[in-house]
């Protein structure tokens, strides 16, 4: 199978942790006799200092003529007093909106020989196996008037949190396919008690329920959720919600399985153009150290090959290549105990090796 | 001290502990030689089934002729299907604007008696002190247009994300007022990377920690808050965030302590007339059967008799007592072991005769 792959490591620990994966990528390719074509594109804070714009049309473009996208991560202290439309982070978004990649899977699911690792007791995450798809290109982050304003004579300030309806329809089918292929629960997540969106959102979901008779649909308010992903995270097989709550709820689900450097997630598009990457930021305290955690963009990657190429059996490969290395006691410094830290290359090897 | 009281049971659960905390109160105002005068008013679903709103005008009236006011919950099934304008939460949400209750103070803290009873690991949760500030009366709650509309030739909904500016600077405020009697450390929740309020509410942020020169500022995006409540909570002295934010994470962090049936909450206005009321809700399941947890009540009940009548002694007797029967391992069924429960009505016994 030939294939193009964008690469896009943007800034802080993003580079050495695609540069990792890329080498995988290559142990894949070598071994089950495909061609992986890397294209690399610039994209934040990186991409503002070389050419003035957190997404320069030429990454656009190299994405666009890629069959799948990989990215690194994005933002930093140095870029953190820019004015908006200079900051890393809106090169990222403005990405999401380009390629319409509305579908963020964010996958949680604990490591039999990480279960030490977690705030929470063995007991509660033991076996926990759910998937969020987060809504990514609406709500919050895209509505417009987003500005300061003069309201009722005083200063004020406004966000806009708009759906149209078929943006609300798509996700929710999204969650119902993935569950139909699963355990076959759906939770949507809203505050209905609340928000009319959320409203919108509890009928729209009645309706795709409907077209899915042998998938269960369950309606939690948000508060609600975020209580229940700490007190009984057993009981999830796929969350749907919308893109802010989606945000602040796969970043404290990451927390059951001990760390962030173990998450990987991929956007979808309908298109069939699709990114992947890391959960986790671009970490500015620990760059360029040699001691990320390169699993969460290395398992990334895998979901690339399984989502994008079809490719499950290489899929599978790194999965348990993952899973073998860890279980032979490999840590990187956000898992280790002191002074038994792998670095980032080294795991790497090991993965690669383990394949 | 003579004091009036309004009551507001509500829905649910909300007779029960109410009933209990009044019996406390009225064994305080006995042994301290008080006088509180109890007005009971409607609210919620009870009030829609015998007066067709969820907010009669008696309430307000009620409320606004007392000194302090003691909320249950609102809420459950039997309304769920109603129009928005007569559904349970619609009076809570008025009552808070009505009366300006724009500052919701949340505390967490560990009782050391409870510690196995969190889904996190001890080392964890034991030692947790904080509190979280919500802004109550502003944001996605309030903010119009709400409704659903045409968008580009397309059905769509929106909901508003709308701050005055001092709204921000009040809660703000009383943040850094709280923390200069405590550890003296505000954590200001936002999500400056994506939303324009966010990014005013920094900039006031930074305006009122100026005039706290031996106050500290950090900044935390709602993501990384959602997963560090979790991962170090103890690192926490006050949260202040804004209204929806802070729904999620004070729900979130409420299990912290093992149990939302210990936690209680202030509402607080300018004018002085303050609302308590426990952080859970109306519990439906479990209502009308002696088994609900009062001490979210109780201990609300105390923060009333501190914060709106300056009866400090009387408080800490009342959290004394709590401690002391939960000390000697009395449990009520969301906390205990099966079998070894004990009723509403019992625990308040226990905590009346350990006053
Ligand atoms: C960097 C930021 C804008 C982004 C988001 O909020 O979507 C990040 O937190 C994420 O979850 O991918
Ligand atoms: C009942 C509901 C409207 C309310 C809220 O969202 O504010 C509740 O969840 C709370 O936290 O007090």
Known sequence: MKKTIALLPGDGIGKEVVDVTVDILKAIAEHFHHQ?????????????????????????????DSDAIILGAVGGPKWDQNPMELRPERGLLALRKELDLFANLRPIKTFESLLDSSPLKKEYVNGVDFVIVRELTGGLYFGKPSERIVHEGEDAVVDTLLYKRYEIERILVSAFEIASKRRKHVTSVDKANVLESSRVWREVAEEVAARYPDVTLEHMLVDNAAMQLIRSPKQFDVIVTENMFGDILSDEASMITGSLGLLSSASLSSSGLHLFEPVHGSAPDIAGKNIANPIATILSAAMMLRQSFGLEEEAKAIEKAVDNVLNAGNRTADLAEDGKAVSTKQIGEEIKNAL
Chains 1, 2 share one sequence.
């Open 36 to 64: 992986f074509q890397f294209n690399y594109g610039l994209i934040g804070g990186d991409a503002i200092d070389q050419k003035g714009t957190p997404l320069p049309e030429e990454t656009i473009a190299i994405c666009k």
